[in-house]
C-alpha cells in the first residue's frame, strides 16, 4: 500500500459501527425496541382481521352459493328426507293459505313428511294416534312427491311415521304464522 492510499484511508470517513462492537449505538432503547414490537404485531393483527372481515362481507350478498334462510314464512316448502333426517327439519309457513309441499326421498328407503295436529307433541313411536294427522307426502326412495297444507296459525310436530324413522331422529317443526 502506498503513502497516498494510506492518507486516502485517513483521511476517509469512518466506517459505520457495526451494532454489538464497541462504539455502536442504539437508535432505540431496549424498552422503546419492545413498543416497536409490539406495536408492529399489533397493526399486522388488525390488518389481517380487516381482510378476512372484508372478504366474509363481500361473501354474505344472497347472490348464490348456498340457501339463504327465507325472509318469513314461506308459500312453498321443499323438504328433503335421507336416512334419518328432514332437511330442513324446521319450516315456517303461512297460516290460512294453500302451502305447496314438495318432499324429495334422496334416501335408500320410503320416507313420510307427516303433520301432527297443533298441540300434539309425541316423545316416542308408540305415542303416535293416526287419527292425529293433519297433512302427509309420502315419497318412495329417489322419488319427489307434493302436497299440500293449509293450517291455522299454530305450532306443528313433523314426523316420518315408517316404523323405526321417528326413534332414528326424523321430526321437526312445522311454524305457521299469519
Not at 414490537?37 to 399489533?42: E, K, P, Q, R
Not at 309441499?101 to 308408540?126: M, P, Q, R, S
Request: hydrophobic content about 50%.
Amino acid at each position: 500500500m502506498s503513502v497516498d492510499d494510506r492518507r486516502a484511508l485517513d483521511d476517509a470517513e469512518p466506517a459505520a459501527p457495526v451494532l454489538g462492537e464497541p462504539g455502536a449505538e442504539l437508535l432505540f432503547s431496549a424498552g422503546q425496541s419492545a413498543w416497536l414490537a409490539l406495536i408492529s404485531v399489533g397493526v399486522l393483527l388488525a390488518l389481517g382481521i380487516s381482510t378476512v372481515a372484508l372478504f366474509l362481507a363481500m361473501s354474505d350478498d344472497d347472490s348464490g352459493g348456498g340457501a339463504a334462510a327465507p325472509a318469513g314464512p314461506a308459500t312453498s316448502v321443499e323438504i328433503e328426507a335421507s336416512e334419518f333426517a328432514f332437511d330442513p327439519s324446521d319450516v315456517a309457513v303461512v297460516a290460512d293459505t294453500d302451502v305447496a309441499v314438495t318432499l324429495d326421498n334422496v334416501g335408500a328407503v320410503e320416507h313420510n313428511w307427516t303433520v301432527l295436529e297443533a298441540g300434539t307433541t309425541i316423545a316416542e313411536e308408540a305415542e303416535f294416534e293416526p287419527d292425529t294427522v293433519v297433512a302427509e307426502v309420502a315419497a318412495d326412495p329417489g322419488a319427489s312427491e307434493s302436497g299440500s297444507v293449509n293450517l291455522a296459525a299454530g305450532s306443528y310436530q313433523v314426523i316420518c311415521t315408517i316404523a323405526g324413522h321417528f326413534a332414528a331422529g326424523m321430526e321437526g317443526t312445522l311454524e305457521v304464522t299469519s
